[in-house]
C-alpha cells in the first residue's frame, strides 16, 4: 500500500492511497472493493483495476487511531473516543441495509467457513483440558454458535476486522479503513467486537468497568439509528454472547500452536500482549460472561483460565489498557 501524489489539484490535497494485493488474497480484493463501493464512512473508491487487483482510494490522511487514543494517556480521550467509534460502527453496518443484493453480486462466495474454525477451536481446547467428558457438549455449543452467521436472520453489510488501528477519528469524526473482511452478517458478530472488546484484534487488553456495556449500547444505538427496520428482539444479548463465543472459539484454534509456543506481541511490540496474555484475557471473559448463553464454553474456558495461570505464572496475566491507569 503506498500514499502518492498526483498531478493537478486531486483528492486530500493531492494524495490517493493505492493498494494492491498479491498472491494467495482469499478474496480480500473483491472484498475490499465492495466495502468500499458500498459502505459509509470508508475512503472514496477513485479507481479499480481487476486484472492487477489494485485499488486507487482517497487520502484520509495520519490522524489518530482508536488503538492509539487506547494505548496513550488521556482517559476522557480514550473513553469519549471508544463510544464515537461504537455509534459510528452501528451506523456503518446500517448503512449497506440496502444495498444486500449488490454486496451478495459482488461478494460471491461466503468467504470464511465459521463452522469449521469454531468447532476446529473446540476441539484445541478439549485437547488443552485433557479431552473432558463435556467434550460432545462443547463442540454441539460451539456448532449452534457458529451456524448462526448463516442461519437466515437479519443481517448486515460491515467489515469482519473492526479493529481498533483499522478506524481513524478526523475532525468531522470516525471513518474506517482496511476492508479486505467486508461481508454480509448477522449484526450480533459485527457488535461482537464492542463486547469483547475487538474480537479478532491484536489489541486486546482488559477494559475498565462499564465500557464494553457502553460500547454495546452505543453500536446498537447507532445501527437503529441508520437501519430502523432492523428488528434485533429480545434475544439481542443473547445472540451478541454467542457470536462473541464463537469468536473465543475460532481465535482458541488460530492461535493456541502460538500460545503454547510462547510467543511474544501479538501486534506491534511494546503495544499488544503477547499471545498467553490475549488468550487467557479471552478464556477469563468468556468463562464470566457466557455461563447463560453458552454453559460449556463457559465451564472449559474457566478450566483453561485456571490452567494457564498455574502453568504461565505471570506470562499469563492479562494488562489493562494503558489509557484507563491508575
Known sequence: MLRCRVDGPGPAGGTVVVKQFHGADDGGYGRERAGLSLLGRTPELIAADDDRRLLVMSDLGDPPTLADL??????????????????????????????????????????????????????????????????????????????????????????????????????????????????????AFVAAYTVLPFATCWCVFDPPAGLTEMLLDEFTGGLGEIAPDLDLGPAWQRDVDRASGAYVLAMTGWLMDSTLAGREHVGPAGRSPSYRQLMTSRWRWAAVNLRTAMPELAVACASAARWASRTWGSEAEPAGYPAFAG
Open 70 to 187: 487506547l494505548l496513550g494517556t488521556d482517559r476522557e480521550a480514550a473513553w469519549s473516543g471508544a463510544a464515537g467509534w461504537a455509534r459510528e460502527l452501528g451506523r456503518l453496518a446500517g448503512s449497506g441495509r440496502g444495498r444486500l443484493d449488490a454486496a451478495r453480486e459482488m461478494l460471491g462466495e461466503e468467504p470464511w467457513d465459521v463452522v469449521d474454525d469454531v468447532t476446529r477451536g473446540a476441539a484445541r481446547l478439549s485437547e488443552l483440558l485433557g479431552g473432558t467428558a463435556r467434550a460432545d457438549r462443547l463442540h454441539a455449543e460451539a456448532r449452534m454458535a457458529a451456524s448462526a452467521f448463516t442461519g437466515g436472520g437479519p443481517v448486515v453489510l460491515a467489515p469482519s476486522d473492526t479493529c481498533p488501528d483499522n478506524a481513524v477519528l478526523r475532525a468531522d469524526g470516525w471513518w474506517f479503513l482496511d476492508l479486505e473482511g467486508t461481508v454480509v452478517q448477522p449484526p
